[in-house]
């Protein structure tokens, strides 16, 4: 087969497969599985109302820092349900949400994921990374890396 038709239809294979999963149109829901402790599984591409999805690392110190804001401002999360989502042990998530104060709080959820589900749907992400979906399932907004929480109360 010529060298270029391969390219082309490598190329073409990845555009869709990147379509396919989310990776290229990041209004959508990610397709993602969301792990709780109880090894209940939800599907991220299947969430309804208003949704943060918050990628971090337990031991990120940017992430407690963002955590600690979040914390202090907590009232202006009530109508959203958080997702803190990370492919750390459900026992590192839980002693996040425990540090930071956030455990206590019915819409704040601090799930797994899989490393092959997050890079599919976003590539290489820094942490903390937001995506705050609305009511209506569009992406409101996104921040990739720290940032300040005046910065993400104005899109919530």
Avoid at 136 to 146: A, D, I, N, P, Y
């Amino acid at each position: 087969m010529n060298t270029n038709l391969t390219k082309a239809l490598t190329l073409i294979g990845m555009t869709a497969f990147g379509y396919a999963y989310g990776q290229l149109n990041l209004n959508d829901y990610p397709a993602m599985k969301l792990i709780e402790p109880t090894g209940f599984v939800h599907s991220a591409k299947l969430l309804t109302g208003k949704n943060i999805l918050i990628l971090y690392f337990p031991d990120c110190d940017h992430c407690q820092r963002e955590a600690a804001e979040i914390g202090k401002h907590i009232k202006a999360f009530t109508y959203y349900q958080v997702w803190f989502i990370s492919i750390a042990s459900h026992q590192d998530n839980a002693r996040f949400a425990k540090d930071y104060q956030l455990a206590q709080h019915k819409n704040f959820h601090f799930v797994r994921t899989d490393a092959g589900d997050i890079y599919r749907n976003f590539g290489n992400l820094p942490t903390p990374s937001f995506f705050i979906y609305s009511a209506g399932r569009q992406l409101v907004k996104s921040f990739k890396g720290e940032t300040t929480i005046e910065e993400i109360l104005k899109a919530l």
